[in-house]
């Protein structure tokens, strides 16, 4: 059995997309039994070091990861790079030998690989990144919108023989049904991301706000799920609506409690207006019996194509046909059997690993 490396410069407690992939394969292969050590500096924001050397360690982080990839990348049979910093890491480090050991995952657009950016070219970081690539056993996109993205910035000749695109799936054996309540005649919509205007807030807001007014008698609640930016404005435009009393903040919630919260409701809502790279969010969602409903932007429509019922409205949609997208799948969820996803995050971890 492979002994593996998992090196993400990014891993929780920060939060981010490539953070919560990191966590997934890691807990995956832990579950599969599989040997799996993960290089991080994840380690440092718990530690009780002074606040200056915390800021001094996370400032240098690329010299802060070199005694253990000069010297103990021979320990392993395959390292998962998994984020920006870890590819650029590898490529400034290990040698050739070890570079073909070396899978990387691209989840977005990379902003150090921006050619304005003076602290990138002081530290070459597109040199060092690209030589990864080169020599590197394969590159997987977390979409196909990504991928296509992605070599606006930087050259694919010579790697596109292994470059593969490769879907985040969900745990399975955290999000399902967490209950059998019936919500019959009742539309119960949640909403689950970083509250930021852009995840199409806004939209949502106007959309059940019309679609209140136009149903006085409508059984309607929103919970929303999440803290951000966005987050006292969207308090106030509700406090002063027809709304008022039927949406519920949650604020921030542990991982763990989402199942129950997806479970309590039949619509999913997330009109992000952001050109995301995937939507896990829809899939957790789906696989606890919600109907979805989401953007035709990004890689939004690719994680659609996992999910048995839901609908992607265009961006530029009204509030009347956002409303109305709710009010149908409504009247769908009565016929339809219980919503599921098919991706799950062993699917991923399977292609990643070849375990």
């Given at each position: 059995?492979?002994?593996?490396?998992?090196f993400?410069h990014?891993?929780?407690?920060?939060?981010?997309g490539?953070?919560?992939?990191?966590q997934?394969?890691?807990?995956?292969a832990?579950?599969?039994?599989v040997e799996?050590d993960?290089?991080?500096?994840?380690?440092?924001?718990?530690?009780?070091?002074?606040r200056f050397l915390?800021?001094?360690?996370?400032?240098l982080?690329?010299?802060t990861?070199?005694?253990?990839l000069?010297?103990h990348?021979?320990?392993?049979?395959?390292i998962?790079?998994?984020d920006?910093?870890?590819?650029?890491?590898?490529?400034?480090?290990?040698s050739?030998?070890?570079?073909?050991?070396v899978?990387?995952?691209?989840?977005?657009?990379?902003?150090?690989?921006?050619?304005?950016?003076?602290k990138?070219?002081?530290i070459n970081?597109?040199?060092?990144?690209?030589?990864?690539?080169?020599?590197?056993?394969?590159?997987?996109?977390?979409s196909?919108?990504?991928?296509?993205?992605f070599?606006?910035?930087?050259?694919?000749?010579?790697?596109?023989?292994?470059?593969k695109?490769?879907?985040?799936?969900?745990?399975?054996?955290?999000?399902?049904?967490?209950?059998?309540?019936?919500?019959?005649?009742q539309i119960?919509?949640?909403?689950?991301?970083r509250?930021?205007?852009?995840?199409?807030?806004?939209k949502?807001?106007?959309?059940?706000?019309?679609?209140k007014?136009?149903?006085?008698?409508i059984?309607?609640?929103?919970t929303i799920?999440?803290?951000?930016?966005y987050?006292?404005?969207?308090?106030?435009?509700?406090?002063?609506?027809?709304?008022?009393e039927?949406?519920?903040?949650?604020?921030?919630v542990?991982?763990?409690?989402?199942?129950?919260?997806y479970?309590?409701?039949?619509?999913?809502?997330?009109l992000?207006e952001?050109?995301?790279?995937?939507?896990l969010?829809?899939?957790e969602?789906?696989?606890?019996?919600c109907?979805?409903?989401?953007?035709?932007?990004?890689?939004?429509?690719e994680?659609?194509?996992?999910?048995?019922?839901?609908?992607?409205?265009?961006?530029?949609?009204?509030?009347?046909?956002?409303?109305?997208?709710?009010?149908?799948?409504?009247?769908?969820?009565k016929?339809?059997?219980?919503?599921?996803?098919?991706?799950?995050?062993?699917d991923?971890f399977?292609?990643?690993?070849?375990?």
């Open positions: 059995m492979k002994k593996i490396l998992l993400s990014e891993y929780p407690p920060a939060i981010g490539a953070g919560s992939v990191a997934n394969i890691f807990n995956t832990k579950k599969l039994n799996i993960i290089l991080s500096l994840n380690w440092l924001r718990s530690s009780n070091l002074p915390k800021k001094a360690i996370l400032q982080w690329p010299m990861y070199a005694p253990f000069i010297f990348a021979n320990r392993y049979d395959l998962i790079c998994n920006g910093a870890s590819i650029y890491c590898a490529g400034l480090y290990l050739n030998k070890n570079l073909k050991k899978k990387c995952i691209i989840h977005g657009v990379e902003p150090l690989l921006q050619q304005n950016n003076r990138a070219n002081f970081f597109k040199g060092n990144y690209s030589k990864c690539l080169a020599h590197c056993k394969e590159i997987f996109f977390v196909e919108y990504i991928k296509g993205r070599s606006k910035d930087i050259d694919t000749n010579g790697i596109l023989d292994k470059i695109v490769s879907h985040n799936g969900i745990d399975k054996n955290l999000f399902y049904p967490a209950s059998t309540q019936q919500h019959k005649n119960r919509i949640v909403s689950v991301s509250i930021v205007e852009r995840k199409g807030y806004k949502s807001f106007e959309a059940v706000l019309y679609l007014k136009s149903n006085p008698s059984d309607i609640k929103w799920v999440g803290d951000g930016a987050l006292n404005n969207l308090k106030t435009q509700v406090s002063q609506s027809a709304i008022s039927d949406v519920i903040f949650l604020g921030q542990n991982q763990s409690k989402l199942p129950q919260i479970s309590n409701n039949n619509i999913f809502l997330l992000t952001l050109e995301e790279a995937f939507g969010a829809y899939l969602a789906a696989n606890c019996g109907y979805v409903i989401g953007s035709d932007i990004g890689g939004v429509p994680a659609f194509k996992y999910i048995s019922h839901g609908k992607l409205i265009d961006t530029s949609a009204s509030t009347h046909e956002i409303s109305d997208a709710i009010l149908s799948a409504e009247h769908l969820i016929s339809l059997p219980t919503n599921k996803c098919l991706r799950s995050i062993d991923f399977h292609e990643i690993t070849d375990e």
